[in-house]
């Protein structure tokens, strides 16, 4: 059984920064896939970012340059530090978690509410 529990979202200004964490309760951390996904207001979900390890990470477009994803294995966590945040970027920003080589996410959190004031 996985469980996915972010925090650190709220409100900041155009420009400012973020950082989103996800506690994983899972006793294979290790291996799996750990991504980042948003939904904003009327639009469908996405995929922000995704890690398995510092050498394989996955950035979509829009956060490439401004989102670093990461994790510590040690500590069963996964961050999303946010930077250049703009109004665009105001979603519910969910945690989710897949076996690698899966094609599906089976595994999220509730999510954490960004909202990017301009």
């Known amino acids: 059984q996985v469980q996915l529990v972010e925090s650190g979202g709220g409100l900041v200004q155009d420009g400012g920064s973020l950082r989103l964490s996800c506690a994983v309760s899972?006793?294979?951390?290790?291996?799996?896939?750990m991504a980042w996904h948003r939904q904003a207001p009327g639009k469908e979900r996405e995929i922000v970012a995704a890690?398995?390890?510092?050498?394989?990470?996955y950035y979509a477009d829009f956060a490439k340059g401004r989102f670093t994803i990461s994790r510590d294995n040690t500590r069963n966590m996964v961050y999303l530090q946010m930077n250049s945040l703009k109004p665009e970027d105001t979603a519910v920003y969910y945690c989710?978690?897949?076996?690698?080589?899966?094609?599906?996410?089976?595994?999220w959190g509730h999510g954490t509410q960004v909202t990017v004031s301009s």
């Open positions: 989710a978690a897949k076996l690698r080589g899966n094609q599906d996410y089976a595994y």
């Open positions: 899972a006793r294979t951390f290790s291996i799996l896939t």
């Open positions: 890690i398995y390890n510092s050498a394989s990470t």
